[in-house]
């Protein structure tokens, strides 16, 4: 079984204008569709992240790919790594230098396991070691957020999808409108889970929109905050104080590992990760300093699906939790994730996801449908999903024309608060 | 895809009267092999120590394994374990738990790779993610022994065939003998690598022993030497000293993770261990204390052959290089090493066999033969290996007859040295 052709389609999908530390979201998130077609006419399917440099990195890859085998993934993880090693800018780090392999791998890696699941007849859990569960658990992923949203809603015409396609539209600037958001966004997809964006506003005021969720939610829903690292370290342990007992994690608050070190040292709240450890290259740092509880594993990141596996090893050996982070997505990417999380045994905690966001998809059937806040493994051969090429040839044609190469949250933000700068440390 | 029957078989193969720090092997080892039986009527094969005690702890899962669908790894691990732990000695550490699981569920899983590698037409390398390399070097092991030994060889009728019998047969009981056997064994098998086991004879006789095999073959063979851990801390430098710039690596001089730190600080020499650091629950002591530069992995030990190509990525991200223990083994077990070293990147040094030692076996088509030091990785469905129904009646049988029901070198070193006592520290 060789691969004879690989497809690399750049998309944009409407995104609604979500606010974080980097700014606010554009009209449109990019991604990348592999499609990788094997000489006995299977075709395996990957989704990565989108924009000009993914497309490139990997066209730089596709003469590494076709010819071959894709159960040979050890050795074209080397081949990739070895090529990118050799074409890699002289001053680039060694830590720079693997996550780039290993995002260029995961994008190929994927549609590899797809393609040998199909090959097989089995479900690409069963390739990392069978399913420990039926339903991978997701979490409500709110954001704060200016009124409106793109795209038309693929999520039904009940009441709750209703309610959640008001709120998707919606602004949502405060603790009231948060909690509306996760009403709305629990009631259409059954969450158990809560994770707030934050890094937004004033830390009292984010850290308010957590009390009043607690409120609205009661003391069993568990709660994240994420201010993706714009805190001050003593401006986390002020609050991490307050919210101790309140969260189930508290996600990336500061920068770097000697930071998250110091605040884990100093809160009794499980801290969680998936900026300052995000690559196995940064695992001995994080052990030597102590610098979180959870790591957020991310297959797109991490070097793909079995690495993902090897990371929960890792995560099982040396008293790390294990969850799961997101970015804009649709189905082949959520699909990857629930074969992975079913397949990690210490992967306890609710799965992130911005897929209520989102409202196209590219696969046959349309989107996805979270139910009680979980997926079902799927149970088909490969990712057990198909790819609709009309739906994928519109979106990529909404890519082309909307003019996006990268994501850039503080270009898009300044369209709307005019010098507007993205501030590493903020609060 | 479910399994129907599972058969367990203790087996006795001869094994000379090697000599090691525990005392001497008797004249069978034992072994046992594993049988499962799906219901589309395919077999796999796995193969463990022997005796009763590894007999009754693959009894005690029965009743897990039957039924369990061979793909689902991490479900079935999951039960064994939990089914362990229920049923240990309340005194029992988790270290020695996650040992006695790990063990289990080596033996079920490595059979059912071979049951998925048949249902899907695949070499079980390439369940693993597939070959880095097309052959696995071994490294030829070398025992101060008594004269004799035990078995009809089969290696064939030609001059270095012969030679290798006649040395299999010798006593070698000083550094000349050992220079001879390692002759006969490399021109017989190809080696390119040379371990000794040490811990038998004054430190001062087994360095001589080294000085004499790197006289005979020349500085760029690669030379190991594995006291079991018998020397003093004191000792170990003293001799370590002496051979840097000798050895390859230098195995367990000493007992403990603390123990082979110090020794480590003091000596320039890369450290390896199977004895200090032999599951996943003692890494985080290994890399507190810097216990050790190489792990020797064990796939009957680690939890079968996905746990060690875990192993293998905690190497690479923790700074620990990697080769492989064995003990005395058949094809089964070498087959599934093969598949497994051929498969993790960074497992760069020669892998440890007994093979040549052995010369009985339980595969159609009789033994594997170790050519330039190195086995083809299997490219045939699984483990590429078929079971001999008749040879493993008459290996169980000598198991029966022979009355051993487990390991104990020591009494046989007694046998002849009357009162001979194992020391754990002896020089």
Request: proline residues 6%; charged residues 20%; contains cysteine.
């Amino acid at each position: 079984m060789l691969i004879t052709e690989m497809h690399v389609t750049p998309i944009a999908i409407s995104d609604p204008p979500l606010l974080n530390a980097a700014g606010l979201h554009a009209p449109y998130a990019l991604r990348t569709i592999v499609e990788l077609v094997s000489d006995d006419h299977i075709y395996g399917l990957g989704e990565m992240p989108g924009g000009t440099e993914m497309v490139s990195l990997l066209e730089s890859i596709r003469d590494l790919v076709l010819g071959s085998d894709p159960f040979q993934l050890n050795a074209l993880s080397l081949a990739i790594t070895e090529h990118l090693a050799q074409s890699a800018q002289p001053d680039q780090t060694d830590v720079a230098r693997e996550k780039r392999a290993a995002r260029a791998f995961s994008a190929v890696e994927i549609a590899c396991l797809d393609l040998m699941g199909k090959a097989t007849g089995r479900p690409v859990v069963d390739l990392l070691g069978g399913r420990v569960r039926e339903r991978v658990p997701f979490s409500a992923y709110l954001f704060y957020k200016h009124p409106g949203a793109g795209g038309a809603l693929g999520f039904g015409s009940d009441r709750h999808a209703q309610g959640w396609a008001a709120a998707r539209q919606a602004a949502a600037l405060d603790p009231d409108g948060l909690v509306a958001q996760a009403q709305a966004m629990c009631a259409a997809f059954g969450f158990q889970s809560i994770k707030l964006k934050g890094g937004v506003f004033e830390p009292a005021v984010e850290v308010e929109t957590i009390h009043a969720l607690r409120r609205a939610f009661g003391p069993e829903m568990p709660l994240r905050i994420d201010p993706n690292a714009v805190w001050r370290l003593d401006t986390a342990i002020r609050w991490g104080k307050e919210l101790e007992g309140v969260l189930e994690y508290y996600e990336d608050p500061v920068r770097g590992q000697e930071d998250m070190a110091a605040l884990r040292a100093a809160v009794s709240i499980p801290l969680a990760t998936n900026m300052c450890t995000t690559s196995f290259a940064e695992l001995p740092g994080s052990l030597r300093l102590g610098s979180e509880d959870i790591i957020l594993s991310d297959h797109h990141m991490w070097g793909g699906l079995r690495a993902s596996v090897e990371l929960g090893r890792i995560c099982r050996t040396f008293g790390r939790g294990l969850s799961m982070h997101s970015n804009s997505h649709l189905g082949i990417s959520l699909a990857a994730m629930t074969h992975l999380a079913a397949a990690v045994p210490n992967l306890t905690y609710a799965v992130d996801t911005h897929y209520p966001w989102q409202s196209e998809e590219v696969l046959v059937g349309g989107r996805l449908r979270i139910e009680d806040g979980s997926l079902p493994v799927p149970t088909g051969p490969g990712l057990g999903i198909e790819l609709d090429r009309a739906a994928l040839a519109a979106l990529h044609a909404n890519y082309l024309a909307c003019g996006l190469t990268k994501r850039d949250d503080e270009v898009e933000m300044q369209k709307v608060e005019p010098g507007w700068k993205f501030q590493p440390t903020r609060w």
